[in-house]
């Protein structure tokens, strides 16, 4: 009885973490731009920007409505221009989200979650964790969208920021909030 106690005491923790922080996206380094994403069937016909060092690819689908959706992470130097100037080394993250269709998916939106230049970040890439840099649990998806958790303040001077769909696009849902 007693193993039982600590084996519920230690795993229901675990499981709870876990299904906070889903699972790990994929990265994806694309060499040529114009090339469409091969590492996943669903997001065939799919792009990098031409600018992007790689991505991160969420391996789950999320649902709205009857609507399938994937978000993919495109990551791009902050300063390419001037490496050894301001932000240099530094990074840039957009999020898009495409509907998964046929006969290739659709992209519904895009926002800025991570700027070296803009002092922005992800509340989940500032953990102080191993890996925290592809650690995307503050993109929270929910019924309408998605809610993203920001280090300290984000756009508009909030903590947090949600998106909706609406009208096939993802919009802010608080006034002073904007795709960046």
Known sequence: MFRLFLLLVCAVPAIAIGAREGHAP?????????????????????????????????????????KRLRALYQVFDSNADNPMGLCGAGREIHLFVYELTLPKPIERGRVLISSC?????????????????????????????FTIE?????????????????????????SGEGNR
């Open 150 to 174: 920001w280090w300290g303040i984000g756009p508009g001077g909030d903590t947090s920021s949600h998106y909706a769909l609406r009208n096939d696009r993802f919009v802010p849902t608080r």
């Open 117 to 145: 230049l803009e002092a922005l970040s992800l509340a989940s890439q500032n953990s102080g964790r191993s890996n925290s840099e592809s650690d995307f649990s503050s993109v929270i998806w929910q019924r309408d969208g």
């Open 26 to 66: 994929k990265w994806v380094r694309e060499v040529a731009a114009d090339k469409d994403l091969q590492v996943d069937p669903e997001m065939v016909g799919v792009r990098l920007e031409p600018t992007a060092r790689g991505a991160f690819l969420d391996t789950r689908a999320h649902r709205i409505g009857a």
